[in-house]
């Protein structure tokens, strides 16, 4: 069964600190990881990842993907109270995984990220 | 670009009363529109896969009679949720995607809260 793990849970944190938030998983027909950030309604787009090793960087934020032992991560440096949120990693499957429509996701339970003053 | 809208964004709604949430790609056309169901604390869950012109395919444990799907245009998908119950409560959100030359993105809407009493 397919299935994307985020760890951990629940993290607390203060302002400035640095944080790495972990994704794994086991998809058949991998296509791409994504990254989302959920405040209090639906998800924001972060970062789309395909290739190996490529980071890819937006301000404070950073991902990587690591395609031969199926994880990535997500950097939060110099971290801020707006940074609070659940963060939410995604695995897209390419058609034929298990009969369902092309590019559909699966996503991990997300992490919880709270960022004190 | 690549904007989603739902709406309405938040209803309460008798128990064996029908509530339709409409799901609209504003600046793009969308070949395929994802539903997704969250409960509180909980990940995204994918309902069902809509694709324009034909008929839903529905994930296993979703019932296809009582979640009616409609993909009547390329900007436009429906969901109707048939005779609701308490249990149905939850954060309804859907997204569209968009047909590039490259790796496929989806588009979150921001979620339609349902209540039902």
């Known amino acids: 069964e397919d299935k994307v793990v985020q760890s951990p849970l629940s993290l607390v944190v203060h302002e400035g600190d640095t944080v790495t938030l972990n994704c794994s998983y086991e998809?058949?027909?991998?296509?791409?990881l994504l990254w989302y950030k959920q405040e209090k309604k639906a998800p924001t787009f972060l970062f789309m990842l395909?290739?190996?090793?490529i980071e890819k960087k937006s301000g404070r934020l950073s991902s990587i993907l690591d395609k031969k032992e199926l994880f990535s991560i997500l950097n939060i440096t110099a971290t801020q109270t707006g940074d609070s949120a659940v963060y939410l990693c995604?695995?897209?499957?390419?058609?034929?995984?298990?009969?369902?429509?092309?590019?559909?996701?699966?996503f991990g339970k997300g992490t919880k990220l709270s960022v004190k003053p | 670009g690549a904007v989603v809208s739902q709406h309405p964004s938040w209803v309460i709604c008798k128990s064996g009363t029908s509530v339709k949430i409409e799901c609209r790609s504003l600046?793009?056309?969308?070949?395929?529109m994802f539903w997704y169901r969250q409960f509180p604390k909980q990940s995204l869950m994918l309902m069902a896969t809509?694709?324009?012109?034909?008929?839903?395919?529905?994930e296993q444990g979703v019932e296809k009679d009582k979640f009616l799907i409609n993909h009547a245009s390329l900007t436009l998908s429906t969901l109707t949720v048939t005779s609701a119950h308490p249990e149905d409560s939850s954060f309804y959100i859907c997204?569209?995607?968009?047909?590039?030359?490259?790796?496929?993105?989806?588009?979150f809407g921001p979620g339609t809260r349902l209540t039902v009493t």
């Open positions: 395909t290739s190996s090793g």
């Open positions: 995604a695995v897209k499957r390419g058609v034929g995984s298990y009969g369902g429509s092309q590019g559909n996701l699966i």
């Open positions: 997204s569209a995607q968009r047909n590039r030359a490259g790796p496929y993105e989806q588009y």
């Open positions: 998809v058949t027909n991998f296509r791409s």
């Open positions: 600046d793009f056309q969308a070949t395929t």
């Open positions: 809509s694709n324009e012109g034909s008929k839903a395919t529905y």
